[in-house]
Protein backbone atom coordinates (compact mmCIF):
# COMPACT_ATOMS: atom_id res chain seq x y z
CA UNK A 1 0.00 0.00 0.00
CA UNK A 2 1.25 3.60 -0.96
CA UNK A 3 1.77 5.61 2.21
CA UNK A 4 -0.29 8.49 0.80
CA UNK A 5 -2.86 6.72 -1.68
CA UNK A 6 -3.54 10.12 -3.33
CA UNK A 7 -1.49 12.76 -5.31
CA UNK A 8 -1.79 16.16 -6.72
CA UNK A 9 -4.09 16.03 -9.62
CA UNK A 10 -5.57 19.43 -10.58
CA UNK A 11 -4.51 23.29 -9.02
CA UNK A 12 -6.62 25.94 -8.62
CA UNK A 13 -4.25 29.45 -8.46
CA UNK A 14 -4.74 33.41 -7.85
CA UNK A 15 -2.05 35.00 -9.57
CA UNK A 16 0.85 34.20 -8.28
CA UNK A 17 -0.19 31.32 -5.58
CA UNK A 18 -1.68 28.16 -5.95
CA UNK A 19 -4.80 28.59 -3.64
CA UNK A 20 -6.71 25.02 -3.13
CA UNK A 21 -5.34 21.66 -4.16
CA UNK A 22 -7.43 18.64 -5.03
CA UNK A 23 -5.34 15.20 -4.98
CA UNK A 24 -6.87 11.94 -6.11
CA UNK A 25 -5.83 8.09 -7.01
CA UNK A 26 -6.52 6.79 -10.69
CA UNK A 27 -5.69 3.04 -12.07
CA UNK A 28 -5.63 2.84 -16.10
CA UNK A 29 -6.39 -1.02 -16.90
CA UNK A 30 -7.00 -3.23 -19.99
CA UNK A 31 -8.96 -6.09 -20.53
CA UNK A 32 -6.24 -8.77 -20.03
CA UNK A 33 -5.74 -7.36 -16.71
CA UNK A 34 -2.66 -5.27 -17.03
CA UNK A 35 -1.77 -2.26 -14.93
CA UNK A 36 -1.13 -0.06 -17.74
CA UNK A 37 -0.53 3.60 -15.23
CA UNK A 38 -1.39 5.05 -11.75
CA UNK A 39 -1.46 7.75 -10.07
CA UNK A 40 -1.58 7.75 -6.70
CA UNK A 41 -2.08 4.04 -5.32
CA UNK A 42 -4.09 2.34 -7.72
CA UNK A 43 -5.91 -0.78 -5.08
CA UNK A 44 -7.26 2.29 -3.42
CA UNK A 45 -10.78 0.57 -2.27
CA UNK A 46 -13.17 3.17 -2.71
CA UNK A 47 -16.93 2.67 -3.50
CA UNK A 48 -17.93 3.05 -7.18
CA UNK A 49 -21.38 4.50 -6.70
CA UNK A 50 -23.48 5.65 -9.98
CA UNK A 51 -20.26 4.23 -11.48
CA UNK A 52 -21.76 0.82 -10.93
CA UNK A 53 -24.56 1.32 -12.65
CA UNK A 54 -23.64 -0.49 -16.23
CA UNK A 55 -22.74 -3.58 -14.15
CA UNK A 56 -26.18 -3.47 -12.31
CA UNK A 57 -27.54 -3.14 -15.44
CA UNK A 58 -26.14 -6.78 -16.94
CA UNK A 59 -28.06 -9.30 -15.56
CA UNK A 60 -31.79 -7.51 -16.91
CA UNK A 61 -29.80 -7.36 -20.54
CA UNK A 62 -28.66 -11.23 -19.81
CA UNK A 63 -32.19 -11.97 -19.61
CA UNK A 64 -33.14 -11.24 -23.05
CA UNK A 65 -35.31 -7.62 -21.68
CA UNK A 66 -34.13 -5.97 -25.09
CA UNK A 67 -35.86 -8.59 -27.38
CA UNK A 68 -38.75 -9.31 -24.99
CA UNK A 69 -39.45 -5.55 -24.57
CA UNK A 70 -38.37 -4.04 -27.64
CA UNK A 71 -36.15 -1.72 -25.68
CA UNK A 72 -34.41 1.01 -28.01
CA UNK A 73 -30.63 2.40 -26.79
CA UNK A 74 -32.29 5.39 -25.33
CA UNK A 75 -34.47 3.14 -22.59
CA UNK A 76 -30.77 0.96 -22.22
CA UNK A 77 -28.96 4.02 -21.99
CA UNK A 78 -31.18 5.71 -19.22
CA UNK A 79 -31.13 2.82 -16.62
CA UNK A 80 -27.29 3.31 -16.53
CA UNK A 81 -28.12 7.01 -16.15
CA UNK A 82 -27.38 9.78 -13.48
CA UNK A 83 -29.47 11.79 -15.19
CA UNK A 84 -30.65 15.37 -15.41
CA UNK A 85 -34.64 15.10 -14.55
CA UNK A 86 -35.16 16.87 -17.58
CA UNK A 87 -38.52 16.08 -19.30
CA UNK A 88 -37.00 14.29 -21.71
CA UNK A 89 -35.50 11.92 -19.64
CA UNK A 90 -38.94 11.37 -17.73
CA UNK A 91 -40.60 10.90 -20.82
CA UNK A 92 -37.94 7.89 -21.57
CA UNK A 93 -38.37 6.84 -18.06
CA UNK A 94 -42.36 6.55 -18.21
CA UNK A 95 -42.22 4.84 -21.45
CA UNK A 96 -39.56 2.39 -20.16
CA UNK A 97 -41.85 1.56 -17.49
CA UNK A 98 -45.18 1.23 -19.55
CA UNK A 99 -42.93 -1.31 -21.38
CA UNK A 100 -41.37 -3.32 -18.46
CA UNK A 101 -45.36 -3.03 -16.33
CA UNK A 102 -43.79 -1.05 -13.53
CA UNK A 103 -45.33 1.67 -12.03
CA UNK A 104 -43.77 4.80 -11.05
CA UNK A 105 -44.92 4.62 -7.37
CA UNK A 106 -43.02 1.09 -6.76
CA UNK A 107 -39.12 3.31 -7.18
CA UNK A 108 -37.73 3.66 -3.86
CA UNK A 109 -35.31 6.28 -4.47
CA UNK A 110 -36.40 8.95 -2.88
CA UNK A 111 -36.55 12.36 -4.36
CA UNK A 112 -34.87 15.40 -5.04
CA UNK A 113 -34.65 18.82 -7.61
CA UNK A 114 -33.73 18.05 -10.79
CA UNK A 115 -30.27 18.50 -11.64
CA UNK A 116 -30.65 20.97 -14.40
CA UNK A 117 -31.28 24.28 -13.21
CA UNK A 118 -33.85 25.31 -15.69
CA UNK A 119 -36.34 22.04 -15.50
CA UNK A 120 -36.41 22.64 -11.84
CA UNK A 121 -37.25 26.58 -12.16
CA UNK A 122 -40.34 25.68 -14.96
CA UNK A 123 -41.01 23.00 -12.89
CA UNK A 124 -41.68 25.40 -9.80
CA UNK A 125 -43.31 27.77 -11.75
CA UNK A 126 -45.80 24.94 -12.94
CA UNK A 127 -46.32 24.16 -9.09
CA UNK A 128 -45.25 20.62 -10.26
CA UNK A 129 -44.55 18.40 -7.37
CA UNK A 130 -41.12 16.25 -7.17
CA UNK A 131 -41.59 12.47 -7.96
CA UNK A 132 -39.58 9.28 -8.01
CA UNK A 133 -39.11 9.99 -11.94
CA UNK A 134 -37.53 12.94 -11.65
CA UNK A 135 -34.62 11.27 -9.23
CA UNK A 136 -31.46 10.69 -11.11
CA UNK A 137 -31.30 6.96 -10.61
CA UNK A 138 -35.01 6.67 -11.49
CA UNK A 139 -33.35 4.12 -14.27
CA UNK A 140 -31.82 2.35 -12.27
CA UNK A 141 -34.46 1.43 -9.95
CA UNK A 142 -36.42 0.83 -12.50
CA UNK A 143 -33.97 -1.56 -14.42
CA UNK A 144 -34.26 -3.74 -10.55
CA UNK A 145 -37.79 -3.57 -10.29
CA UNK A 146 -37.55 -5.33 -13.63
CA UNK A 147 -35.03 -7.79 -12.38
CA UNK A 148 -37.54 -8.76 -9.96
CA UNK A 149 -40.15 -9.23 -12.16
CA UNK A 150 -38.46 -11.36 -14.27
CA UNK A 151 -37.06 -13.69 -11.00
CA UNK A 152 -40.58 -13.39 -9.70
CA UNK A 153 -39.16 -12.35 -6.42
CA UNK A 154 -40.66 -9.78 -4.35
CA UNK A 155 -40.34 -6.49 -5.35
CA UNK A 156 -41.57 -4.53 -2.15
CA UNK A 157 -38.16 -5.45 -0.89
CA UNK A 158 -35.70 -5.42 -3.76
CA UNK A 159 -32.87 -2.93 -2.40
CA UNK A 160 -32.52 -5.54 0.78
CA UNK A 161 -28.70 -6.71 0.12
CA UNK A 162 -29.87 -9.88 0.46
CA UNK A 163 -32.91 -9.56 -2.04
CA UNK A 164 -31.95 -12.68 -5.09
CA UNK A 165 -31.87 -9.39 -7.20
CA UNK A 166 -29.05 -7.70 -5.44
CA UNK A 167 -27.12 -11.20 -5.09
CA UNK A 168 -27.20 -11.36 -9.03
CA UNK A 169 -26.28 -8.01 -9.30
CA UNK A 170 -23.21 -8.44 -6.56
CA UNK A 171 -22.25 -11.71 -8.67
CA UNK A 172 -22.31 -10.22 -11.52
CA UNK A 173 -19.95 -7.20 -10.30
CA UNK A 174 -17.57 -9.72 -9.00
CA UNK A 175 -17.09 -11.60 -11.99
CA UNK A 176 -16.62 -8.25 -14.29
CA UNK A 177 -14.20 -7.29 -12.17
CA UNK A 178 -12.50 -10.47 -11.28
CA UNK A 179 -12.42 -10.06 -7.13
CA UNK A 180 -13.38 -12.60 -5.01
CA UNK A 181 -17.18 -11.56 -3.23
CA UNK A 182 -15.46 -11.21 0.17
CA UNK A 183 -13.34 -8.12 -1.42
CA UNK A 184 -16.69 -6.37 -1.98
CA UNK A 185 -17.59 -3.97 0.77
CA UNK A 186 -21.57 -3.18 0.84
CA UNK A 187 -22.42 0.49 1.68
CA UNK A 188 -26.08 1.99 0.95
CA UNK A 189 -26.05 4.70 -1.59
CA UNK A 190 -28.11 8.17 -1.81
CA UNK A 191 -30.61 6.22 -3.52
CA UNK A 192 -31.13 3.75 -0.88
CA UNK A 193 -29.41 1.32 -3.25
CA UNK A 194 -26.40 -1.35 -2.16
CA UNK A 195 -23.44 0.52 -3.43
CA UNK A 196 -20.33 -1.59 -3.34
CA UNK A 197 -16.52 -0.34 -2.90
CA UNK A 198 -13.37 -2.03 -4.13
CA UNK A 199 -9.78 -1.32 -5.40
CA UNK A 200 -9.83 1.17 -7.98
CA UNK A 201 -7.48 -1.46 -10.55
CA UNK A 202 -10.32 -4.22 -10.10
CA UNK A 203 -13.27 -1.43 -11.03
CA UNK A 204 -11.15 -0.57 -13.93
CA UNK A 205 -10.83 -3.57 -14.94
CA UNK A 206 -14.54 -4.23 -14.75
CA UNK A 207 -14.36 -1.05 -17.35
CA UNK A 208 -11.92 -2.53 -19.66
CA UNK A 209 -13.77 -6.09 -20.05
CA UNK A 210 -17.13 -4.23 -20.31
CA UNK A 211 -15.83 -2.04 -23.68
CA UNK A 212 -13.68 -5.29 -24.67
CA UNK A 213 -15.62 -8.45 -23.54
CA UNK A 214 -13.92 -11.08 -25.82
CA UNK A 215 -12.80 -13.51 -22.92
CA UNK A 216 -16.41 -13.41 -21.43
CA UNK A 217 -19.38 -15.92 -22.12
CA UNK A 218 -21.42 -15.32 -25.46
CA UNK A 219 -24.35 -14.33 -23.33
CA UNK A 220 -22.39 -12.06 -21.18
CA UNK A 221 -20.28 -10.64 -24.34
CA UNK A 222 -23.35 -9.38 -25.88
CA UNK A 223 -25.13 -8.11 -23.41
CA UNK A 224 -21.44 -5.92 -22.61
CA UNK A 225 -21.67 -5.05 -26.14
CA UNK A 226 -25.70 -3.71 -25.86
CA UNK A 227 -24.98 -1.45 -22.72
CA UNK A 228 -21.91 0.28 -24.54
CA UNK A 229 -23.85 0.60 -27.81
CA UNK A 230 -26.93 1.93 -26.24
CA UNK A 231 -24.50 4.47 -23.81
CA UNK A 232 -22.60 5.74 -26.87
CA UNK A 233 -25.85 6.09 -29.05
CA UNK A 234 -27.85 7.74 -26.71
CA UNK A 235 -25.49 9.56 -24.47
CA UNK A 236 -28.12 12.27 -23.83
CA UNK A 237 -30.04 9.89 -21.58
CA UNK A 238 -26.67 8.98 -19.58
CA UNK A 239 -26.49 12.55 -17.89
CA UNK A 240 -27.58 15.47 -19.70
CA UNK A 241 -27.42 18.80 -20.78
CA UNK A 242 -23.56 20.13 -20.14
CA UNK A 243 -21.92 17.36 -18.26
CA UNK A 244 -18.74 15.46 -18.87
CA UNK A 245 -20.18 12.17 -19.69
CA UNK A 246 -23.00 13.07 -22.41
CA UNK A 247 -20.51 15.40 -23.77
CA UNK A 248 -17.35 13.15 -24.17
CA UNK A 249 -19.67 10.05 -25.22
CA UNK A 250 -21.25 12.77 -28.14
CA UNK A 251 -17.44 13.34 -29.29
CA UNK A 252 -16.17 9.76 -29.17
CA UNK A 253 -17.48 8.27 -32.01
CA UNK A 254 -18.83 5.15 -30.67
CA UNK A 255 -15.07 4.35 -28.65
CA UNK A 256 -15.58 5.90 -25.21
CA UNK A 257 -17.94 5.22 -22.48
CA UNK A 258 -18.01 7.45 -19.06
CA UNK A 259 -20.36 7.56 -16.05
CA UNK A 260 -19.61 9.44 -13.05
CA UNK A 261 -20.71 8.51 -9.44
CA UNK A 262 -20.94 10.76 -6.53
CA UNK A 263 -18.04 11.70 -3.85
CA UNK A 264 -15.67 12.18 -7.20
CA UNK A 265 -16.04 9.01 -8.78
CA UNK A 266 -15.47 8.59 -12.37
CA UNK A 267 -15.17 5.43 -14.75
CA UNK A 268 -14.38 5.61 -18.30
CA UNK A 269 -14.04 3.03 -20.64
CA UNK A 270 -12.02 2.81 -24.18
CA UNK A 271 -13.08 0.46 -26.72
CA UNK A 272 -10.83 -1.62 -28.81
CA UNK A 273 -8.89 0.29 -31.60
CA UNK A 274 -9.70 3.64 -29.71
CA UNK A 275 -5.89 4.41 -28.84
CA UNK A 276 -4.87 2.30 -32.40
CA UNK A 277 -5.51 -0.55 -34.31
CA UNK A 278 -4.05 -2.66 -31.86
CA UNK A 279 -5.17 -1.49 -28.73
CA UNK A 280 -7.65 -3.22 -26.56
CA UNK A 281 -10.45 -2.28 -24.24
CA UNK A 282 -9.17 -0.09 -21.22
CA UNK A 283 -10.85 1.06 -18.15
CA UNK A 284 -9.96 3.98 -16.40
CA UNK A 285 -10.87 4.76 -12.74
CA UNK A 286 -10.47 7.89 -10.91
CA UNK A 287 -11.41 9.26 -7.53
CA UNK A 288 -11.14 12.82 -6.19
CA UNK A 289 -10.10 13.02 -2.20
CA UNK A 290 -11.98 15.36 -1.15
CA UNK A 291 -15.47 14.01 -2.88
CA UNK A 292 -15.18 17.13 -5.16
CA UNK A 293 -17.89 19.18 -3.92
CA UNK A 294 -19.07 21.75 -6.92
CA UNK A 295 -17.25 19.12 -9.70
CA UNK A 296 -14.97 21.50 -10.74
CA UNK A 297 -11.80 18.86 -10.55
CA UNK A 298 -13.10 15.38 -11.99
CA UNK A 299 -14.17 16.94 -15.54
CA UNK A 300 -10.59 18.23 -15.85
CA UNK A 301 -8.99 15.29 -14.68
CA UNK A 302 -10.44 13.03 -17.48
CA UNK A 303 -10.63 15.08 -19.97
CA UNK A 304 -6.49 15.42 -19.67
CA UNK A 305 -6.33 11.57 -19.13
CA UNK A 306 -7.99 11.45 -22.52
CA UNK A 307 -5.85 13.99 -24.25
CA UNK A 308 -2.44 12.38 -22.78
CA UNK A 309 -3.71 9.21 -24.60
CA UNK A 310 -4.40 11.02 -27.19
CA UNK A 311 -8.16 10.25 -27.55
CA UNK A 312 -9.08 13.91 -27.47
CA UNK A 313 -7.38 16.61 -29.37
CA UNK A 314 -7.50 20.45 -28.64
CA UNK A 315 -10.04 21.32 -31.33
CA UNK A 316 -12.38 18.69 -29.86
CA UNK A 317 -11.71 19.48 -25.92
CA UNK A 318 -11.80 23.51 -26.93
CA UNK A 319 -15.22 23.20 -29.14
CA UNK A 320 -17.04 20.88 -27.00
CA UNK A 321 -15.74 20.60 -23.38
CA UNK A 322 -14.09 24.44 -22.85
CA UNK A 323 -15.90 24.93 -19.81
CA UNK A 324 -15.31 21.30 -17.60
CA UNK A 325 -11.82 21.82 -19.26
CA UNK A 326 -8.58 23.55 -17.61
CA UNK A 327 -9.30 26.95 -18.08
CA UNK A 328 -8.65 30.15 -16.89
CA UNK A 329 -10.72 31.55 -13.48
CA UNK A 330 -12.80 34.31 -14.00
CA UNK A 331 -14.47 36.74 -11.31
CA UNK A 332 -17.95 37.84 -11.40
CA UNK A 333 -16.79 40.74 -13.61
CA UNK A 334 -14.87 38.08 -16.24
CA UNK A 335 -11.53 39.32 -15.51
CA UNK A 336 -8.88 36.40 -15.35
CA UNK A 337 -7.92 35.95 -12.04
CA UNK A 338 -6.26 32.56 -12.22
CA UNK A 339 -6.52 28.97 -13.59
CA UNK A 340 -7.63 25.30 -13.05
CA UNK A 341 -5.04 23.14 -14.40
CA UNK A 342 -4.03 19.36 -13.90
CA UNK A 343 -0.72 19.06 -12.37
CA UNK A 344 0.19 14.79 -13.52
CA UNK A 345 1.50 12.98 -16.33
CA UNK A 346 0.30 9.64 -16.43
CA UNK A 347 3.94 8.32 -17.88
CA UNK A 348 2.62 5.22 -19.87
CA UNK A 349 3.73 3.65 -23.01
CA UNK A 350 2.06 3.15 -25.96
CA UNK A 351 2.48 -0.74 -26.27
CA UNK A 352 -0.22 -3.43 -26.44
CA UNK A 353 1.98 -6.51 -27.86
CA UNK A 354 1.06 -9.87 -25.92
Same mark, same amino acid.
Given at each position: ???????????????????????????????????????????????????????????????????????????????????????????????????????????????????????????????????????????????????????????????????????????? *? =??????? +???? /????? @???? $? &? %????????????????????????????????????????????????????????????????????????????????????????????????????????????????????????????? *? =??????? +???? /????? @???? $? &? %???????????
Amino acid at each position: MHETPFMPLVELTRGPIVESVHWGALAMVDSRGRLLASLGDPYLVMHLRSTAKPFQLLPLIEEGAVERFSLTPEEIAIMCASHSGTDEHVQVIARLQAKLGIEEKELQCGVHPPFHEPTWQAMIQRNEALTPNRHNCSGKHTNMLAQAALLEASREDYLDPQHPVQQRILHT *L =AEMCNIS +LEDI /RIGID @GCSA $P &V %FALPLYHAALGYARLCDPVELSPQRAQACRTITSAMTKAPFMVAGPGRFDTLVMEIGMGKIIAKGGAEGYQGIGLLPGALGPDSPGIGITFKIADGDPGGRARPVVAIEVLRQLGVLNEEQIQSH *L =ADLAPRP +LKNW /RGLSV @GEIR $P &V %FKLGWQRSFGL
